[in-house]
């Protein structure tokens, strides 16, 4: 009796494990790892850089015209557990102006701004359905930023900065909406958010 007790509980406990990787679309077969390559607009990171220097630009009266950036590119990894995935995300963006000098009538500096972000960042799988995967994310790390300038004109060689400055600050990025269609194996994805990387992201994702 008591035999095919543990048995009829191990069943029922094994119909169970099952219905729920069925409704939730996982099973133990699933790829662990996953790497990423992506590109993000950078549109935010471009601000907040514009921004900061803005500041001082309105207390010096200084101008600023040509501001532009590439965008980020990023790499990443994700360790998959279960409904969760946990990870790293990497990216580098570049972020340019010309200025004036003093007043001048014409834009004596180009400064760049070479960032480098590192993410810790965890995510939550929403929903899994064949080739459909829902899922949303937030990272918080830091943003190592190495700024330089270069003399357009006479008066821009001489006041321009002669060695390149380094900084690091907080930096973040949550997106609410992401999702991946592909196999267990490849894939793409699209995420929609907020942060240092910008509103949208884009890229490719490999599970091994």
Request: charged share 20%.
């Amino acid at each position: 009796m008591k035999m095919k007790l543990a048995m009829l509980s191990l069943c029922l406990a094994a119909g169970l494990t099952q219905a729920f990787a069925l409704n939730s679309g996982y099973d133990d077969l699933e790829q662990r790892h996953e790497l990423r390559i992506g590109y993000s607009d950078g549109l935010t990171l471009a601000t907040a850089s514009i921004w900061g220097i803005g500041l001082g630009d309105a207390v010096t009266g200084t101008t600023r015209t040509d501001e532009t950036t590439t965008g980020v590119v990023g790499l990443g990894y994700r360790y998959h557990l279960n409904r969760f995935r946990v990870g790293l995300d990497l990216g580098f963006a570049t972020v340019s102006s010309k200025f004036d000098h003093a007043g001048s009538k014409q834009k004596d500096i180009k400064q760049t701004q070479q960032n480098f972000i590192v993410l810790p960042v965890g995510e939550m799988i929403y929903f899994k359905q064949g080739i459909v995967e829902l899922y949303g994310s937030a990272a918080a790390g830091v943003d190592f930023t190495r700024t330089k300038e270069k003399g357009l004109t006479e008066a821009g060689k001489t006041n321009a900065q002669k060695k390149a400055t380094t900084s690091t600050d907080f930096a973040f990025q949550v997106n609410p909406i992401a999702i991946r269609l592909g196999n267990n194996h490849i894939g793409g994805f699209v995420e929609a958010g907020l942060g240092y990387k910008g509103f949208i992201t884009g890229g490719v994702s490999l599970k091994f």
